[in-house]
C-alpha cells in the first residue's frame, strides 16, 4: 500500500499522559498536515510542513501539542500531559506541492483520553 | 474567522434521486476549493477541486459542483445518486494566502436503494 500510513490506529491513555503519533506520507509529497476531527465536525487544521519546516501552526493549538518532521519524511505529533478534551481523531494529509492541493489523508489515529 | 457552512446535516434520498449539497464560505479573496468524501470505513478522499477557470467543475463518480463568487457558494451535485454514494461529504476551502484548509461539518448521505 503506498497511501499515507498513521500509527497507532487507536490509542487509549490516562489522562496526564504523554503520547506520540506517527505519520508515513507518500513518498514524493513533501507538504503535510495534521489535523484534528471530533464526532460531527469536519477536520480542523492543527499545523502544516514543507519538507521539514512547521510553517504554520493553528493559533488555537495549546503548547501541549507539538510536531516534528525530520528530514522531511514521516512526521509525529506528541500531547503531553493529555486531557479528556483531547479525544479525538487525528488525521494526517500529504500532497506533492502547490500545483495541486490535493491532499490524500491517511486512516487516522483514534485517542480516547480516559 | 473563515468559516465553511454545509446546512444539509443529514440527507436520505432514494436511488436515482438528484442530489445538490449546499457549501457556503465566509472567505472575502481568491479562494480554492474542494470536495472530499469518506466511504463508511474509509479515509477522506477528493472528490473535486476549483482552483480558477470553468466554475462548472466534474470530479470523479459523476459529481459536480458550481463555484458562485457571488454567492459564496460551492455546491455539490449529482444527478441520480446510487446506493455506493452513501458517505460523508465535506466542503473544504483554502485562502490564497496561507496555507490553512478550513472544512465544513460535513453532510451524511443515506442513500435507500
Known amino acids: 500500500d503506498t497511501g499515507v500510513s498513521q500509527d497507532p490506529r487507536h490509542k487509549i491513555t490516562k489522562r496526564g499522559q504523554n503520547v506520540t503519533f506517527r505519520c508515513d506520507p507518500i513518498s514524493e509529497h513533501n507538504r503535510l498536515y495534521w489535523y484534528r476531527q471530533t464526532l460531527g465536525q469536519g477536520p480542523e487544521f492543527l499545523t502544516y510542513f514543507q519538507n521539514e519546516a512547521q510553517l504554520e501552526k493553528s493559533r488555537l493549538l495549546s503548547d501541549r501539542f507539538s510536531a516534528e518532521r525530520p528530514k522531511g519524511s514521516f512526521s509525529t505529533l506528541e500531547i503531553q500531559r493529555t486531557e479528556q478534551g483531547d479525544s479525538a481523531m487525528y488525521l494526517c494529509?500529504?500532497?506533492?506541492?502547490?500545483?495541486?492541493?490535493?491532499?490524500?489523508f491517511g486512516p487516522g489515529t483514534r485517542l480516547t483520553v480516559t | 474567522a473563515q468559516s465553511v457552512s454545509q446546512h444539509n446535516h443529514h440527507v436520505i434520498l432514494s436511488e436515482a434521486a438528484s442530489l445538490e449539497l449546499g457549501c457556503n464560505y465566509s472567505y472575502g479573496g481568491t479562494v480554492n476549493l474542494f470536495w472530499y468524501v469518506q466511504y463508511p470505513g474509509q479515509h477522506l478522499q477528493l472528490l473535486l477541486k476549483y482552483f480558477s477557470g470553468d466554475p462548472l467543475v466534474k470530479g470523479i463518480k459523476g459529481f459536480e459542483a458550481e463555484f458562485i463568487k457571488s454567492k459564496f457558494s460551492f455546491n455539490l451535485r449529482k444527478p441520480s445518486v446510487q446506493w455506493s454514494d452513501t458517505a460523508e461529504y465535506f466542503c473544504?476551502?483554502?485562502?490564497?494566502?496561507?496555507?490553512?484548509?478550513?472544512f465544513g461539518t460535513g453532510t451524511s448521505l443515506t442513500v435507500i436503494p
Open positions: 494529509a500529504s500532497f506533492r506541492g502547490a500545483d495541486s492541493y490535493e491532499q490524500y
Open positions: 473544504a476551502v483554502k485562502p490564497n494566502t496561507g496555507n490553512q484548509f478550513y
